[in-house]
C-alpha cells in the first residue's frame, strides 16, 4: 500500500547550523508533497509544497528537494533557530486527498 | 484577521450521543479538509471538499460525515461517536487546490468519547 514514511524520528541540530529532515515514499502518483510545521499544542503549519514535476524549491530560509527517482523528499532548514524547534510532517496529495508521514521531532541546541 | 476556526476546543461526551464539531474560515476559500491526529499514527485526512456541495473521503472517513452547504463553513459530524474516535481534529482550508497555495489549519478540537 502507499506509504510516507521518514528516515529518522529524532534530529538534534546546534542553533545555526543547517537542518535536513528526510522523507521517502512508496507511492508515485502524486501531484504535490508538502512539508507542514507543528509546535507543542498548536496545529500544524504550512511551510512550504512542491509540485510532483518539479525537483527544487526556495522558501525563506527552507528549501525543498524532490529525487522521484528514488522516492525521496527532504526539507532543508538553513541557519537553524530556536524558534525551528518542533515536529516536522511531509505529506504527499493528489487533488484534495492528503497523506502524511509520522513526524520529525527537531530540537535546537543553544 | 485571515483564520480558521473551530468550535467547541474541547469536548467530552459518551458513546452514541450525535455531535458536530463546527469549522469556518474567512478567507473565501475553496478547498476544506478534516483531519484527525493519534500518537503514533500520525495526521490522517478524514474528508475534504473542494468546493460547495463537493465533498470527498479521504483517508479515514467511517464513522464521520461532513457537509459543504456554504464556502465558509465545513461542519464535521459524528452521529454515533465511539471510544475510537477519541482524538484531536484539525480542520484546514486553502484558497486552491492543495499543493497551489498555503494551506491553513485551525486551533484544533480536542473530543474525547466516553
Known amino acids: 500500500g502507499e506509504s510516507v514514511g521518514l528516515h529518522l524520528p529524532t534530529l538534534s541540530v546546534q542553533e545555526g547550523d543547517n537542518s535536513i529532515i528526510n522523507c521517502a515514499y512508496s507511492n508515485s502518483a502524486s501531484d504535490y508533497f508538502i512539508w507542514y510545521k507543528q509546535e507543542s499544542g498548536k496545529g500544524p503549519q504550512f511551510i512550504i509544497d512542491i509540485r510532483s514535476n518539479m525537483d527544487k524549491r526556495q522558501g525563506q530560509r527552507v528549501t525543498v528537494l524532490l529525487n522521484k527517482t528514488v522516492k525521496h523528499l527532504s526539507l532543508q532548514i538553513a541557519a537553524t533557530q530556536p524558534g525551528d524547534s518542533a515536529v516536522y510532517f511531509c505529506?504527499?496529495?493528489?487533488?484534495?486527498?492528503?497523506?502524511f508521514g509520522k513526524g520529525t521531532k527537531l530540537s535546537v541546541k543553544p | 484577521e485571515a483564520q480558521v476556526t473551530q468550535n467547541p476546543r474541547y469536548l467530552i461526551t459518551v458513546t452514541g450521543k450525535k455531535l458536530t464539531v463546527t469549522c469556518s474560515q474567512n478567507?473565501?476559500?475553496?478547498?476544506m479538509s478534516w483531519y484527525r491526529q493519534d500518537p503514533g499514527l500520525g495526521l490522517r485526512q478524514i474528508y475534504y471538499s473542494m468546493n460547495v456541495e463537493v465533498t470527498d473521503k479521504g483517508d479515514v472517513p467511517e464513522g464521520y460525515k461532513v457537509s459543504r452547504k456554504e464556502k465558509r463553513n465545513f461542519p464535521l459530524i459524528l452521529e454515533s461517536p465511539s471510544p475510537n474516535q477519541t482524538s484531536l481534529y484539525f480542520c484546514?482550508?486553502?484558497?486552491?487546490?492543495?499543493?497551489?497555495?498555503?494551506?491553513?489549519f485551525g486551533p484544533g478540537t480536542r473530543l474525547t468519547v466516553l
Open positions: 505529506a504527499r496529495g493528489s487533488q484534495g486527498n492528503l497523506i
Open positions: 484546514a482550508s486553502n484558497r486552491g487546490l492543495l499543493g497551489t497555495d498555503t494551506q491553513y
Open positions: 478567507m473565501n476559500h475553496e478547498y
